[in-house]
């Protein structure tokens, strides 16, 4: 296909866009034929993660990637992912697909994968360098540290994280309640004026802790956040929210970037007591 033809018309459903890539895919040039290949094999991905985010982990150029978008028929990036971010939870492979994909690749020894998720991790934490500010960590940091109680919230995959962090601030001496009960249930009425909510949910989001803090910050309570996207519904209403992305392998994530930046949260709080 020559990139240069007509522009085609946005699909308008995901069904149509991968109608699209099939007709077009075998006579894409090689590099927007990559970032097909790509693109149809990480759908997840696209409500979530910038046009550099794609075209780093396709291995081309971003502007090599904005092309694709446009021979697929849309204007640009940004009206691709719109198309994906309203079903994105339908996109996250189950544990077993990505296990089958793994699989597909190569039989995975530990030594390989420990080297493939030491890599990815390498990489969300430069991305985490270079993406969280040090005016809005600061701020956060202090803004918890005048709280009488820093309540946590983070449910499944999150809950690792928050629990991690509040084992940090009990062996510091920070006042802190971890907030999880059977049923994935949370409850506002323990969290007072004078506190202070630090809550983490990653996409496609918690529910539930999405409705505690914003029941939370309802009650002029501070809400403080942490996600994998900016485009996180905690960042409505949290008065700081922090992004930190993973990168992943074959579809898992470990918490690298997530579990360093409340580590750094953690110490930061208590360093800021001691001060005032």
């Not at 809400?223 to 922090?242: H, I, N, Q």
């Not at 990168?247 to 930046?261: K, P, Y």
Request: aromatic residues 8%.
């Amino acid at each position: 296909m020559d990139s240069s033809a007509p522009e085609r018309s946005a699909p308008g459903s995901v069904s149509e866009f991968l109608e699209r890539l099939d007709e077009i895919q075998e006579d894409l040039p090689k590099r927007l034929r990559q970032c097909a290949e790509f693109t149809r094999r990480h759908l997840h991905l696209i409500a979530v993660s910038t046009v550099s985010d794609m075209a780093k982990a396709a291995g081309v150029a971003p502007s090599v990637y904005m092309r694709f978008c446009q021979v697929v028929g849309f204007s640009g990036y940004s009206e691709m992912q719109h198309l994906f971010r309203a079903r994105f939870a339908e996109f996250r492979p189950s544990y077993q697909e990505r296990l089958a994909n793994l699989r597909k690749v190569d039989v995975p020894g530990a030594r390989h994968l420990l080297a493939e998720f030491a890599e990815a991790g390498h990489r969300s934490l430069l991305s985490l360098s270079n993406t969280v500010t040090s005016d809005g960590l600061e701020r956060m940091a202090r803004g918890m540290a005048e709280a009488r109680v820093i309540h946590l919230v983070g449910l499944r995959r999150a809950f690792s994280v928050v629990s991690s962090m509040s084992y940090m601030l009990g062996q510091l001496g920070v006042p802190a309640t971890l907030h999880f009960a059977a049923g994935m249930l949370t409850d506002e009425e323990t969290v007072f004026p004078g506190d202070a909510l630090f809550a983490v949910t990653f996409a496609p989001f918690s529910s539930e802790t999405v409705r505690l803090a914003r029941s939370t910050a309802e009650r002029d309570i501070p809400v403080y956040a942490l996600s994998d996207t900016d485009r996180c519904p905690l960042g409505e209403f949290a008065k700081e929210m922090l992004v930190a992305r993973e990168d992943e392998v074959a579809g898992f994530r470990a918490l690298n970037a997530s579990i360093t930046l409340t580590t750094t949260l953690a110490v930061a709080i208590k360093a800021l007591q001691k001060r005032g």
